[in-house]
């Protein structure tokens, strides 16, 4: 009796010894073969032109429209304490991590933005140039209101061998147009011309006109020359300055690429020069105005 009850101890502990060796190994941390793949996944994120709204460090309020095409962001912020807007351009990676630098009008870098793109908006640190302390900063993606489409304006004096006049700047989304106009000591009038560029890659590319548009801008061309030819069918036959329109014949159907292209704070203007001599400047072109918020839907 005394052997069957050793024999049959000596079963149970080889069976508790083999239990626990079948769990050898498996003590300590577990990594999950989907957290594995998470952590490596990449991020189809398509190509975007959003806004957002945040802040630094939870206390400094800024905007954001920004750009994606490919991997390259572009596009400005501003503090909504000034308004002012401040260039970005940066990248951004297959797994949405975000590097976004910010530079002052004379290309000077001033800041970076470090973070990660998310379905909600994108998170992370800002940090100055040259300093090694940062602050976080988040941003939450936002529909922008009608009300708030806007552009930044600054007008100058300017005096050179070319003349002397005014150069207006127009900073919008990620265009910018300058507008120069000349004085003519004859006659007191001043003449513009006018250039559309597009921020691509932190740096600003001249660009056409139609660029500033989007598809459906064929709809926004034919309000333009409806207004263009109401005013010349009014200058042409009013008796004080029909003279002028004197075998001009009928007036042109213009292309976007025609135009002058500037704006005011909450205005796009659209000019044209009908080509007439100098005796008729003052019924030698129009403007067509309208406000941003009216044809948002034909802007890019």
């Known amino acids: 009796m005394k052997a069957l009850i050793q024999s049959f101890t000596l079963v149970i502990s080889l069976i508790f010894i083999a239990s626990c060796g079948g769990k050898k190994g498996e003590d300590g941390p577990k990594t999950s073969t989907a957290d594995s793949i998470a952590t ?31 991997n390259i962001l572009s596009g400005n912020y501003a503090y909504a304490s000034t308004g002012t807007p401040i260039k970005v351009s940066g990248t951004i990676d297959d797994k949405g991590t975000i ?7 004379a290309g000077m870098l001033i800041g970076t933005f470090h973070g990660r793109y998310q379905e909600t908006g994108i998170v992370g640190d800002w940090s100055k140039a040259n300093s090694s302390s940062s602050m976080p900063f988040y941003l939450t993606e936002k529909e922008k209101a009608i009300s708030d489409a806007s552009a930044s304006v600054v ?27 000349y004085n003519n ?27 500033l ?19 010349f069918n009014v200058y042409s036959t009013e008796p004080d300055t029909r003279d002028c329109f004197i ?3 009928k007036v042109p ?6 135009l002058g292209i ?31 918020s009216d044809i948002i839907k034909y802007l890019n």
């Not at 548009?213 to 005013?231: P, T």
């Not at 704006?263 to 067509?288: K, N, R, S, W, Y």
């Open 40 to 70: 490596e996944q990449k991020v189809n994120i398509p190509d975007f032109n959003k806004y957002f709204e945040g802040s630094i460090n939870n206390k400094y309020q800024i905007t954001m429209s920004l750009t994606k095409t490919n």
């Open 99 to 105: 590097t976004l630098n910010e530079y002052t009008d």
């Open 155 to 181: 007008e100058t004096e300017f005096s050179n061998d070319d003349g002397s006049g005014t150069k207006k700047i127009c900073l919008f989304n990620s265009f910018k147009t300058i507008s120069t106009g």
């Open 185 to 211: 000591e004859r006659n007191g009038k001043m003449y513009w011309t006018y250039e559309l560029y597009q921020n691509k890659n932190g740096n600003y590319v001249k660009v056409q006109n139609n660029v």
């Open 213 to 231: 548009f989007n598809l459906e801008q064929k709809q926004l061309l034919k309000l333009i020359n409806d207004r263009i030819k109401r005013d």
């Open 247 to 249: 075998g001009f014949g």
């Open 253 to 258: 159907t213009y292309k976007m690429n025609d």
């Open 262 to 292: 500037d704006f005011t704070e909450d205005e796009i203007q659209f000019h044209i020069e009908f080509g007439l001599p100098e005796a008729c400047d003052a019924v030698g072109g129009t403007v067509v105005t309208f406000k941003i």
